[in-house]
């Protein structure tokens, strides 16, 4: 399974982004999906995640209540709305699945998208 990662960019704080994130080969549908994120010299934190049917959804604390993940699995997508962003948002955004529950901890994920960055100014 391949995934794809987009939407990144250069913002204000304040600002907002929608991350996208779309893979090739077997449906998103199977998939329980995680967003991840890395700052240089940090590790790999999870953000958010979605279950394979959108139904539950989980959030890291520091994001609780500014960000949304969301999936349309007729489209293949799985989407992540950042609002209110702040400057310890920047960071490498990457989206992963897995057909295992949904998990916190980025080697609970076998299946990666490769990173966009998403960068917010003060």
């Known amino acids: 399974v391949q995934l794809q990662a987009s939407g990144g960019g250069l913002v204000q704080a304040g600002d907002s982004l929608r991350l996208s994130c779309t893979t090739f080969g077997r449906p998103f549908s199977r998939y329980n999906v995680g967003w991840f994120r890395q700052a240089p010299g940090k590790e790999r934190e999870f953000v958010a995640g979605?279950?394979?049917?959108?139904?539950?959804?989980y959030y890291a604390d520091a994001v609780k209540g500014r960000f949304t993940i969301s999936r349309d699995n007729a489209e293949n997508m799985v989407y992540l709305r950042m609002n209110s962003l702040k400057p310890e948002d920047t960071a490498v955004y990457y989206c992963?699945?897995?057909?295992?529950?949904?998990?916190?901890?980025?080697?609970?994920?076998?299946?990666w998208g490769q990173g966009t960055q998403v960068t917010v100014s003060s």
């Open positions: 992963a699945a897995d057909e295992s529950p949904v998990g916190t901890s980025w080697h609970e994920y076998n299946y």
């Open positions: 979605i279950t394979w049917s959108g139904y539950s959804t």
